[in-house]
């Protein structure tokens, strides 16, 4: 069988080397980091370790010609946009599906994508783009509170400040801290976006795949039942639950653009106005993928494989009920659920009922799990000594800090609307 490269190896390409490997696809890795504990995984023939950048890319065609042009994955937003920006040049190496020019950065950059739903009429939560701290004290002037703080290009951020989810903000002073805390001055990469409101059970995903013609050969929804952060972040327990509106609007959205390949995407219900709104979409694949089977045992990476080699796509009924988990992160967001009233033991204890596939334990693959118990378990014992390093001068102020420097400067500047 043709081989498959992941470009990326955290619990959502285990999963994908997982999904492939039973099939019998050799399946290889490239990642830039050092400690990896997926690549533990018996389904992973071989990991190089690789940053990508441009003047890497001919170590990785190397790696693609020696492998016989294999399929090639990204499972990240940085190697998504890097395979869409040297797509000519990694034709000759990898298989892949060939995406119109400018579409995967259309849709992973936060600005644009709002620019591409407003022209095409697609709901999207009202969303503004400060470029000043004066843009951020003019808006606050009609700002309906809590309101969102997240980066347009949200790999940027994390790479800047550590910060991976969005920030909700509950007052003024609130967003003027985050917005010290978190923008680039020199290169604006934040955005501040209405909060949909709504309990969990608004929060939406969409997971599918899309062939020639931009046709949806394979697609199924499914609901977060817990975030962590529980405000906005990764999804630690989901559900499948079908839903033809998010189903539609997502495949309509994707069939303007002429999106093809693999798409996670994220909807809120807005019951203010009932319409389902885009907030979030990923052109690759999503670190929930396993979440979203059918009947015939279908993913969007199997789909994918099958469709690049030829093979057609047969997708099967969707299974209501179906959840998938993320062991190593769920009990945080549980106890905040708990303490703020919103989860009882009983509650939380039925809510693994129909659990039927975890990120990382897997009964005919169990090192992976292990080995990202020691690694965790290594940087805990490890903690301690880091706090007491000397600190860098650069470093970022904490965020208490920065709040109270705005609270002792910017008060008369912000008003009334504080």
């Known amino acids: 069988m043709r081989p498959a490269v992941l470009l990326g190896l955290s619990y959502g390409a285990l999963g994908a080397a997982r999904s492939l490997g039973r099939l019998g696809v050799p399946v290889h890795a490239v990642t830039g980091r050092r400690v990896v504990p997926a690549a533990r995984s018996r389904y992973v023939r071989g990991v190089v370790r690789l940053e990508l950048r441009p003047d890497t890319l001919g170590e990785l065609q190397a790696l693609g010609h020696r492998l016989g042009r294999p399929v090639l994955i990204p499972t990240e937003d940085h190697s998504a946009l890097f395979v869409a920006d040297h797509a000519d040049a990694l034709h000759e190496a990898f298989v892949f599906p060939e995406q119109p020019p400018g579409v995967a950065r259309a849709v992973s950059d936060k600005r644009s994508l709002f620019e591409v739903c407003s022209r095409l009429g697609v709901p999207t939560p009202a969303t503004s783009f400060p470029q000043s701290r004066s843009d951020v004290l003019a808006f606050l002037a009609d700002a309906v509170f809590p309101v969102v703080v997240k980066g347009i290009d949200g790999s940027r951020l994390e790479r800047r400040t550590g910060v991976k989810t969005a920030v909700v903000v509950n007052d003024s002073l609130e967003l003027l801290a985050a917005y010290d805390r978190l923008e680039d001055p020199e290169v604006p990469n934040l955005l501040l976006q209405e909060f949909i409101p709504g309990g969990i059970d608004a929060s939406w995903m969409f997971n599918g795949y899309f062939g020639d013609g931009s046709e949806c050969l394979f697609g199924l929804t499914a609901r977060k ?194």
């Open 225 to 418: 039942l817990r975030m962590y952060p529980p405000t906005g972040g990764v999804t630690t327990l989901g559900v499948c639950v079908p839903n033809g509106a998010v189903a539609e609007a997502a495949c309509g959205l994707m069939k303007e653009l002429g999106y093809r390949g693999i798409l996670d995407c994220g909807w809120r219900f807005d019951a203010r106005d009932g319409r389902y709104k885009v907030f979030d979409v990923n052109p690759r694949v999503g670190a929930t993928f396993r979440l979203f089977v059918d009947s015939n045992g279908c993913d969007v990476v199997r789909a994918l494989y099958r469709d690049l080699a030829g093979e057609p796509v047969a997708a099967g009924r969707p299974l209501p009920g179906r959840k998938w988990l993320l062991e190593s992160h769920d009990l945080m967001p549980s106890f905040r659920y708990w303490r703020g009233g919103t989860l009882r033991p009983r509650s939380w204890l039925r809510s693994y009922r129909g659990v039927q596939e975890l990120a990382w334990w897997s009964r005919d693959d169990p090192l992976p799990l292990f080995s990202m118990c020691l690694t965790t378990l290594a940087r805990l014992v490890a903690l301690p000594f880091r706090r007491l390093r000397p600190r860098v001068l650069r470093e970022p102020a904490p965020f208490g800090l920065l709040r109270k420097r705005s609270l002792e400067v910017d008060t008369e500047t912000v008003g009334p609307h504080s």
